[in-house]
């Protein structure tokens, strides 16, 4: 049996088995994890395969895909050891290149690098993905065919994706929409209504303007007219720092990125 094999039985893992479940896909999935609750429960859900030996795990694996947290990679890389077959290994680890990922686990083992979002799980997820130049043409298409079961995949430099992975987050939507919902119940509205008129208001923009033609500033000129309460809102937004705050949250994200990096 030759399996994709997930090494980490964490909240990403859950989300790419479930979306993966929901496309039908064939192949046996294999999941790794030292918490044997992890294991029982993705088997109970999504009926995954489960292995809590390490070595065996890998042993099937024909895509072995690294789902652990970035402070775990390189302990998992050195209890897998050496490996004498070629195999193919996609590292989910932010902040880790490939470089490292080669010290850590070598020839004949060929690195590529994924950053799915979690929204995978819904099959609309986003996934970035980044090679090694030695990584074969008909081994990149079947990492990118995997993903492109979850969603959408666009293949970047390494160099950018780190900036990639801070800015691309299903994060930013949700933390907006708790502030929005928070901010709405404060100035008298209900929770039930709260949450819709936020959802709209993120959700239901957005997704106009990815599915229309009309640029970005056109919509924000046509949302909040002059002398208006959504101008009223965009303008305080903006004098409390708002676009600066956004921008100091990306660069703490680089920063962590980098220390990921330095393990």
């Not at 965009?234 to 680089?254: E, F, I, K, S, T």
Request: aromatic share 6%.
């Amino acid at each position: 049996m030759k399996a994709t094999v997930f090494l980490g039985g964490g909240r990403i893992t859950t989300a790419l088995v479930a979306g993966l479940r929901l496309a039908k896909y064939r192949r046996p999935i294999v999941v790794h994890d030292r918490h044997a609750k992890k294991l029982q429960q993705l088997q109970r859900q999504y009926g995954v395969i489960v292995e809590p030996d390490l070595c065996r795990a890998v042993e099937v694996a024909n895509l072995l895909i690294i789902a652990v947290r970035p402070n775990s990679v390189y302990k998992l890389l050195k209890d897998i050891g050496m490996t004498d077959r070629p195999l193919t290994a996609v590292s989910l680890a932010a902040g880790i290149p490939l470089a490292k990922l080669r010290i850590g686990l070598g020839p004949p083992v060929r690195w590529a690098r994924a950053m799915p979002s979690p929204v995978c799980r819904s099959g609309q997820g986003l996934t970035a993905l980044t090679f090694g130049r030695d990584f074969p043409i008909p081994a990149r298409g079947e990492v990118r065919d995997l993903f492109l079961l979850m969603g959408a995949v666009l293949k970047i430099p390494e160099s950018r994706f780190d900036a990639f992975t801070v800015t691309f987050s299903s994060s930013h939507g949700y933390h907006a929409l708790a502030a929005l919902v928070n901010a709405a119940e404060k100035i008298g509205l209900d929770r039930v209504s709260a949450r819709l008129a936020s959802a709209h208001a993120l959700a239901d923009g957005i997704l106009a303007w990815r599915e229309g033609k009309l640029p970005l500033e056109d919509l924000l000129r046509e949302a909040a007219t002059p002398g208006g309460t959504a101008a009223a809102v965009m303008n305080q937004l903006n004098r409390a720092g708002y676009r600066r705050m956004v921008a100091r949250g990306l660069r703490a994200g680089m920063q962590q990125a980098r220390k990921n990096s330095r393990g």
